[in-house]
């Protein structure tokens, strides 16, 4: 047991999907897992373990932000060997090209959180994806004639922005999509030599407004859990 999460050592597998939302988690494991068990409750950052094509794997909500991924990936981490860890979330698009419903790779994660400026001194550190995932990732993505945008993503604090139009710098540099936890994910994947993979469907545009509905949403989202789940 850690401080944030009740399971016993075992009751996780070696990869673990990881949506923002508990209730995401408990949708996977309700709706691709044979034989599901809860594994954690504390927060309601419901986890669940399973099988899937026979083999063990688990899913867990983090929240939302780089601080709540950050612990619940440390733990995981650190406290049940967890080796691969599959963020699975919405994004909105930046670019004109990523459409809604789009799936897309985070090849790397800029970010306006500023936890690695303090713990490199001001240095700008580069969270980027494992490569062996990534690679996977997309042979998957190709078997199941599922296309794919790849690229630098943003993995912003804010939600709610002040200056609507400030996506248009990151834009322009050629970030396709924001999000608010892959930073996180993959710093702490590093720091401890394990491998991260960020897997985005794209439910809003910041370009054209277009929005998708929760139904949309469901079905969508079932293409991004499905590639995830082969790289168990």
Not at 18 to 33: C, S, V, Y
Request: charged letters at 20%; aromatic letters at 10%.
């Amino acid at each position: 047991m850690s401080v944030h999460i009740e399971a016993k050592k075992g009751d996780i597998a070696e990869t673990i999907l990881l949506p923002g939302d508990p209730l995401r988690a408990k949708w996977i494991a309700e709706t691709f897992f044979e034989n599901p068990v809860c594994f954690n409750t504390v927060r309601n950052m419901l986890g669940y373990t399973g099988t899937y094509k026979g083999k063990k794997v688990s899913t867990m909500g983090t929240g939302m932000g780089v601080p709540s991924i950050s612990i619940y990936a440390h733990e995981l981490i650190t406290q049940y060997d967890v080796k691969n860890l599959i963020r699975v979330g919405s994004s909105g698009s930046y670019q004109p090209h990523v459409k809604i419903r789009d799936v897309v790779l985070a090849m790397a994660a800029s970010s306006t959180n500023g936890i690695n400026e303090l713990r490199f001194g001001g240095a700008d550190y580069a969270p980027t994806a494992d490569f062996e995932l990534f690679l996977k990732a997309v042979e998957v993505a190709k078997a199941k004639n599922i296309p794919l945008k790849a690229g630098n993503v943003l993995s912003s604090d804010v939600f709610y922005a002040d200056d609507f139009e400030s996506y248009k710098k990151w834009s322009k540099f050629g970030v396709l999509c924001v999000e608010m936890e892959a930073a996180g994910l993959y710093t702490v994947a590093a720091q401890h030599n394990v491998s991260a993979l960020a897997i985005l469907t794209i439910s809003d545009s910041l370009v054209t407004g277009d929005r998708t509905t929760s139904k949309e949403r469901e079905s969508t989202f079932r293409d991004m859990i499905e590639i995830a789940l082969e790289l168990a």
